[in-house]
């Protein structure tokens, strides 16, 4: 059964530091998401990415965030300089369409020291 | 925006009894209503998911209810086994609002054996 991916699956990083969370979606889904998720929380959303494009974004994703779909099967997530609050179990989704199902990768914990 | 408000935070039932959890939406618009299921440290993954124009849907021990009016829909849990044990998330999503999912802050279901 086809499943997203994500990379790494752990990351600590030092506060002020770039990270570069990697995602690979279902193949022939068309929108993708990315969520997080701090320790004991809800699920929040970020951002959505349709038709190369970013299509809605949370309050939560600032100027310090940025996506990018590199080539035909990458998604990623960026953070230009981690704040400790950041530290937060991020999820990569991707859904065929929009507001159907979403399948959710096994998320990468970043931590920021 | 769209708000999601889930009760009860934790809920603890014997192996063999029912599980009700109940979530209230705010945006009218809403019109799909998935369940996720969270074991610890995994994905959330989808578990049963209802849209606007049915009142109830079932899946063996499982069953959403949706009450458009009230704006709220349920998750019943019937014979519940101790492999039921996780965090259950309830969401929301539009296809003229927000696409992504709005989660609720979740439910940790415990079935003591």
């Known amino acids: 059964e086809p499943e997203v991916t994500q990379t790494p699956s752990h990351q600590v990083t030092q506060m002020g530091q770039e990270v570069i969370l990697r995602c690979v979606p279902i193949?022939?889904?068309?929108?993708f998401y990315w969520y997080r998720q701090i320790l004991g929380q809800k699920v929040e959303f970020l951002v959505s990415?349709?038709?190369?494009?970013?299509?809605?974004k949370s309050e939560i994703f600032d100027d310090q965030f940025s996506v990018e779909r590199p080539d035909g099967s990458n998604f990623t997530l960026k953070i230009r300089s981690t704040k400790l609050e950041d530290s937060a179990m991020y999820f990569c989704?991707?859904?065929?369409?929009?507001?159907?199902?979403?399948?959710f990768g096994q998320g990468t914990r970043l931590t920021v020291v | 925006g769209e708000n999601v408000e889930q009760h009860p935070s934790t809920l603890s039932v014997q192996e063999g009894d029912s599980a009700v959890i109940k979530c209230t939406y705010s945006?009218?618009?809403?019109?799909?209503f998935p369940w996720y299921k969270q074991e610890l440290g995994k994905r959330p993954q989808l578990i049963i998911d209802?849209?606007?124009?049915?009142g109830e849907k079932k899946d063996q021990r499982i069953a959403v209810t949706l009450n458009k009016t009230a704006k709220h829909f349920s998750l019943h849990i019937t014979e519940t086994q101790p492999e039921d044990s996780a965090v259950y998330f309830c969401a929301a999503s539009t296809d003229t609002g927000r696409r992504a999912l709005t989660f609720g802050s979740g439910t940790r279901l415990q079935v003591q054996p």
């Open positions: 990415f349709y038709n190369n494009e970013i299509s809605e």
């Open positions: 209802i849209r606007s124009n049915v």
């Open positions: 193949s022939n889904h068309l929108y």
């Open positions: 945006d009218s618009a809403s019109n799909y």
């Open positions: 989704a991707s859904s065929l369409q929009g507001n159907t199902e979403a399948f």
